[in-house]
């Protein structure tokens, strides 16, 4: 079965500038996860869609990110506009949506804001 | 708010030997608890899980310890590999999250040839 895809592997950005990263998770999979992980720590969680609703944005910094799910599939996170302290690696994570399932997860997007 | 703490941050071991990583949770509300591993450049992947119905679960080398009076788990490695270098994550979750994971900040563990 195909892992979860991830685009762009890698991006470089100047503060203030806007960033998008996007997300094709597994066939099937009704929950999606962004989640933030700053090195040398543990993945953060950003947003948690259930088909195309948000379950928990509690942990998203709403002013300037956003993140959508198209359709109930593929989902996009962007950052308008990006700090110095965004400069991470945002991981995208699917599952079947029941409690105690497996995430998968993708190889993430590296993102590193000058 | 730190929900899962773990230790060491960093472990080095000999091939053959134990390796052993510790967490520690504060919401008794986590009902399950799940170790991942990831190498550099991937994304976490699932390695072994537990639920508080029992202390102890053993998957080839690995096994979970789990003391749900203490409120902590553990990770054992057994005959530790070069192979098994990586980070390791414990995780907990609970049932009405729809499998949302609140992450420890990682051991870094290598395992000498």
């Known amino acids: 079965e195909a892992g979860v895809a991830q685009s762009p592997r890698y991006k470089i950005i100047e503060k203030r500038q806007s960033v998008a990263f996007w997300c094709n998770p597994i066939?099937?999979?009704?929950?999606l996860y962004w989640y933030q992980q700053i090195l040398g720590q543990g993945p953060k969680l950003l947003i948690q869609f259930q088909n195309n609703g948000v379950v928990d944005d509690s942990q998203l910094p709403k002013d300037r990110f956003s993140a959508e799910r198209l359709k109930g599939v593929d989902s996009t996170l962007k950052i308008q506009p990006a700090k110095l302290e965004d400069s991470a690696v945002y991981l995208c994570?699917?599952?079947?949506?029941?409690?105690?399932?497996?995430?998968?997860f993708g190889s993430g997007t590296q993102l590193s804001v000058l | 708010q730190q929900q899962v703490k773990q230790s060491p941050q960093s472990l080095i071991v000999q091939k053959g030997g134990i390796s052993i990583i510790n967490c520690a949770y504060e919401?008794?509300?986590?009902?399950?608890f799940p170790w991942y591993q990831q190498f550099p450049g991937k994304g976490p992947a699932l390695l072994i899980a537990?639920?508080?119905?029992?202390s102890e679960k053993k998957e080839g080398r690995f096994t979970i310890s789990f003391n749900k009076s203490a409120k902590q788990f553990s990770l054992h490695i057994m005959d530790s590999q070069p192979g098994d270098s990586a980070t390791y994550f414990c995780a907990a979750t609970f049932e009405t999250s729809g499998s949302r994971l609140t992450f420890g900040e990682g051991t870094q563990l290598t395992v000498n040839p």
């Open positions: 994570a699917s599952s079947r949506g029941t409690s105690g399932e497996k995430l998968f």
């Open positions: 066939s099937g999979h009704a929950t």
């Open positions: 919401n008794t509300a986590f009902d399950y």
């Open positions: 537990i639920r508080p119905d029992v």
